[in-house]
């Protein structure tokens, strides 16, 4: 069975870091592109970063470009999320999905996705 567990979040002041971690128990973890998505509270789910299998390729929001970096350890079967630079716009519960499909790209769509975690909440305070 497939499972994607969330951590590193926290509470933490604007200009600070955080780094998430996801714990995937995914056989074919190496092929699987990992992504970040978050949803703050009264909107919609939407996308963070991803990044492909063999971290070919990553791709980020334009809100979080230059401040936050996706990187992987397939030796682990973990993706983090590297986040510096917060604001109090990047408050919300962060999740972590897998797209198990064979591919050499990472998607920015929710329905591309197979898997996902519980999430972990990320509050930045003003």
């Known amino acids: 069975q497939v499972q994607l567990v969330e951590s590193g979040g926290g509470l933490v002041q604007a200009g600070g870091s955080l780094r998430l971690s996801c714990a995937a128990s995914?056989?074919?973890?190496?092929?699987?592109?990992m992504g970040w998505f978050r949803q703050a509270p009264g909107k919609e789910r939407e996308f963070v970063a991803a990044?492909?299998?063999?971290?070919?390729?990553?791709y980020y929001a334009e809100s979080v470009k230059g401040r936050f970096t996706i990187f992987r350890d397939n030796a682990k079967n973990t993706v983090y999320l590297q986040m510096n630079s917060l604001k109090p716009e990047d408050t919300a519960v962060y999740y972590c999905?897998?797209?198990?499909?064979?591919?050499?790209?990472?998607?920015?769509?929710?329905?591309?996705?197979?898997?996902w975690g519980q999430g972990t909440q990320v509050t930045v305070s003003s």
């Open positions: 999905a897998a797209d198990v499909r064979f591919r050499n790209t990472a998607s920015r769509s929710v329905s591309e996705y197979d898997f």
């Open positions: 990044i492909s299998r063999i971290s070919i390729n990553t």
């Open positions: 995914i056989r074919t973890f190496s092929s699987s592109a």
